[in-house]
């Protein structure tokens, strides 16, 4: 397996939706540790829609996936990362117009866009206390690596330690900024998503390619 199609890329988004889904709960406990406590409720719900209105895409295109994910994202979810999230997709998505199939240099620039894209709406840097530092590192250990099994596999590793990451910082961005030093030894609940994004694509890649590859 080294190319990736609608159909992947369909039941990817279906895979971070449930993913996500699991960790309502947790994420919602995140947020109200540095934040208002929402964010598990609402980044949930937004991908239950993404993965609905996905779900009803008659044939297609990769970019299209990835367009009406962000179009969800940014409908069905308020606040800042609402805007982030969506961006992460838009972006993504835009890198990938035209292609019906994504080879692993498509999805380095997909994920390059994403994260360019992310860190220009946000204005976050790696130390920042925010998705960045999970998001960052992904995407760089997925470029690092040319096999895609080994490149999802290194960035969910890669989004987790980021994540964690999280907990010693203090934020110089978002909600949690407010805090200060209080937020200290609490894990970022966006950097959380993103490595929760990434462990389910890495999950759905190996099942996928069981036996196959
Ligand atoms: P809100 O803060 O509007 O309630 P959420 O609770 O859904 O939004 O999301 C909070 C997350 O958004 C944070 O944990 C952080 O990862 C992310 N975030 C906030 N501001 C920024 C920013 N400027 N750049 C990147 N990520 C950010
Ligand atoms: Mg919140």
Redesign the pocket.
Known sequence: MSEIGSDDLKAMVLAIAARIADSRERLNRL?AA???G??GA??SGAFELAASEVADLPDPKPSEIWLTTAQSLMNG??????A?FGTLFLKGGAAIRGKERLVKADLNQLWAASLAG?KA????EIG?K???DALEPAVLAFAANDNIADAWAAAAEAASNGAESTRALIAR????KYLGERGIGHQ????TTIALMFEALDNYWREMTNGKA
Not at 77 to 82: D, F, L, Q, R, T
Not at 121 to 124: I, L, T, V, Y
Not at 173 to 176: S, T, V
Not at 188 to 191: F, M, V
């Open positions: 947020d540095l934040g208002d929402d964010h609402s980044i979810m308020g606040g800042a990362s609402g982030l992310v709406r946000g204005k976050a920042d925010t998705m960045v961005q978002g909600r949690a970022d609940p966006g950097a």
